[in-house]
């Protein structure tokens, strides 16, 4: 009886190790390969909606190095780490970046350079974008990933690249 | 025929996702668990030797939100997103953080706040180690894990030691570590 137990036990844990292995499998491949999210906000527009989009989104470009100016990046919020945005990449490291103070009235404008190992997104409606405008290059290490397709709302089907 | 041809790409195939699966889980239990690391350099030193320790680092906490002053932690670098580096939490978001800005000589400081979603992290060995004193404060998100056990001490510490000058025996930790010698033709 003993020994009956102990080949229950034994492929108890052989079943669970598979399992273990599966969800594994299930978790590499959104954040190593291509998943799907679902982005909403105003600092997108026009480019995203307002009231959410469902994107496509890569994970080899960035670990490749392969991001460049006009991508649409995934990126952790420097402000808050448990929060992704989606932000176009408007300079790479070494590039000097102009922005309006005030995009809505006056001419005052600063200027930066971007430093080493860092970006500077941007949202395509600077006029409700939280960005590196307000909190500064970012370390292009908070890059998550690279957005390329949308799939829905259906009548905006279609990949999403530089403009 | 045909059939023969099928049943064996079926079986390529299950084998071939098996091994997939298989490597899935011996990358997420590295990087989401706990793995080893070699760290090295002077930057750390005593806490950590120069020539290089076998570190333990767990890479729960840092998605729980559980780092906090005083924590080794490996960061990604904000200079060079391939390179992880290995620094101590000196000051969570919304502490003020004092430094000087010459350790050698002269007491002139600097005083900085932390801002929200970042730490300060900073090398032990202050006259060594290009830290937040530098690159600033350090986004919370580049943080990828928690040191918390040392595994082995000082590689080989006493065959570098008799290669340098006797003006860096300073720099080495006291005689509390031990040696490992991995062979004769090391360096």
């Known amino acids: 009886m003993f020994g009956q137990w102990r080949s229950v036990a034994k492929e108890a844990v052989d079943r669970a190790l598979i399992m273990a292995e599966f969800c594994c499998f299930l978790h ?76 809505n009235f006056g001419d005052r404008y600063r200027t930066a350079v971007v430093p080493k190992g860092h970006v500077w997104i941007q949202g395509d409606n600077v006029y409700a974008s939280n960005d590196s405008r307000y909190f500064g290059p970012v370390p292009y290490g908070l890059i998550q990933g690279k957005v390329f397709f949308r799939v829905w709302p259906p009548d905006s089907f279609g990949p999403l690249g530089k403009d």
Not at 84 to 100: A, C
């Open 28 to 103: 590499v491949i959104p954040n190593y390969l291509c998943s799907s999210t679902i982005v909403h906000g105003p600092s997108m527009l026009p480019t995203l909606n307002l009231t959410g989009d469902v994107v496509i989104a890569e994970h080899v470009s960035h670990r490749l190095g392969k991001i460049s100016r006009g991508d649409l990046v995934l990126v952790c919020s420097p402000q808050n780490p448990r929060k992704i945005v989606t932000k176009r990449v408007v300079g790479m490291e070494g590039d000097t970046v102009s922005f309006f103070l005030d995009p």
